[in-house]
């Protein structure tokens, strides 16, 4: 058995972590800390793990992460980085589902997340965990940064054009929608129902911070820097992420066929058949990305649908689906979930 932490376990990543974790074949929890509820039965908070999840939270300083075989962190972003070397020299590996490993060029990333970086050191041998990208790299890491949502449905949705050199990479746009889960589990003004209910907006126009994280990736693939644009909007609803994405084609190229050779072996990714509309619905609750690709009236530019749950494939159970990868298991262990409709 895995013997599993999860820190931060009172968040909405960390519910759902719980949530796929408890019913894992291959895991014990070991513990979910939290200073705040120590000593609280998770249960008690969530009532929907009742029968599920029989531990209570811990104060991360007690000592029992030490002695998991793997510690999430589902904390908000300068948390892990504070906490990881201690867990790594102890031989616990530590999956972050936070940003504080994400980025490679650490001035990057702390003119974007308003802090000095804690661990400089380790930010070179996090693992990015996009398994569709990087999986063997995946299985030989101590540390994985686990990708953010829209990071997940942008890279996922432009990578076979940017591999397969068909398209102009200094002119992608993503313009993508979110769920109000999406902005976690805290009180904000933005997020009340009177405010995000029958509203339609978007944000972070001059700038958001997944968006180095989601140009470092689409430089990897193409092997140069890309042009994007990013433009994040906030929908009313609970859960979901839509990507719209749009490039501009520079060989005659047979999307759907392309689509289909690039992800016919990736369990979590499905290619949808020609001319399909992918609803985030469709993915409510299951860590898949359902795409679909179109070519308007014969074109000259590949519009690409990418849709998923930004609280499974997009945090929650990517995280697992990298725990699968480092601990050599099948990559859907666990993982075999159905979408809930309606």
Same mark, same amino acid.
């Given at each position: 058995m895995i013997n599993v932490g999860i820190v931060g376990g009172t968040g909405y990543t960390g519910v759902e972590l719980l949530r796929i974790l408890c019913a894992h074949p291959h895991v014990k929890l070991k513990a979910v800390t939290s200073r705040k509820e120590a000593g609280m039965p998770v249960a008690d908070m969530f009532p929907s793990l009742r029968g599920f999840v029989d531990i209570a939270f811990s104060d991360p300083d007690?000592?029992?992460l030490n002695q998991c075989d793997v510690v999430f962190f589902a904390t908000p972003n300068g948390i892990a980085m504070q906490q990881a070397q201690a867990l790594l020299d102890a031989g616990v590996k530590v999956i972050d589902l936070a940003a504080d490993f994400r =980025? @490679?060029?650490?001035?990057?990333?702390?003119?974007?997340y308003g802090m000095t970086h804690a661990a400089?050191?380790?930010?070179?041998?996090?693992?990015?965990?996009?398994?569709e990208l990087n999986r063997e790299? =995946? @299985?030989?890491?101590?540390?994985?940064?686990n990708p953010g949502c829209y990071p997940t449905a942008v890279q996922l949705g432009f990578l076979p054009l940017i591999e397969a050199g068909v398209v102009d990479t200094s002119h992608l746009i993503a313009d993508c929608k979110s769920g109000v889960s999406g902005a976690g589990r805290k009180a904000e003004v933005h997020a009340l129902l009177a405010e995000a209910g029958d509203n339609f907006k978007a944000y972070g126009v001059a700038g958001h911070r997944h968006l180095p994280e989601i140009r470092q990736g689409l430089s990897q693939m193409h092997g140069a820097d890309v042009g994007l644009t990013f433009t994040p909007h906030l929908l009313p609803m609970i859960r979901g992420i839509h990507a719209t994405l749009y490039a501009k084609l520079t060989k005659d190229v047979d999307l759907q066929a392309l689509y289909e050779a690039r992800y016919q072996s990736e369990p979590f990714v499905d290619v949808l058949p020609a001319g399909s509309h992918p609803e985030t619905r469709s993915v409510r609750g299951a860590n898949v990305c359902r795409i679909a690709v179109h070519r308007p009236q014969g074109g000259d530019t590949a519009v690409i649908l990418a849709v998923e749950d930004n609280l499974v494939k997009g945090a929650a159970g990517q995280a697992v689906q990298n725990m699968n990868i480092l601990f050599d298991l099948p990559e859907t262990t666990g993982l075999q979930l159905v979408p809930l409709l309606p």
């Open positions: 007690s000592g029992e =980025i @490679k060029d650490q001035t990057v990333w702390e003119k974007w400089p050191k380790l930010i070179a041998e996090a693992v990015y965990g996009l398994p790299k =995946i @299985k030989g890491a101590r540390l994985v940064a």
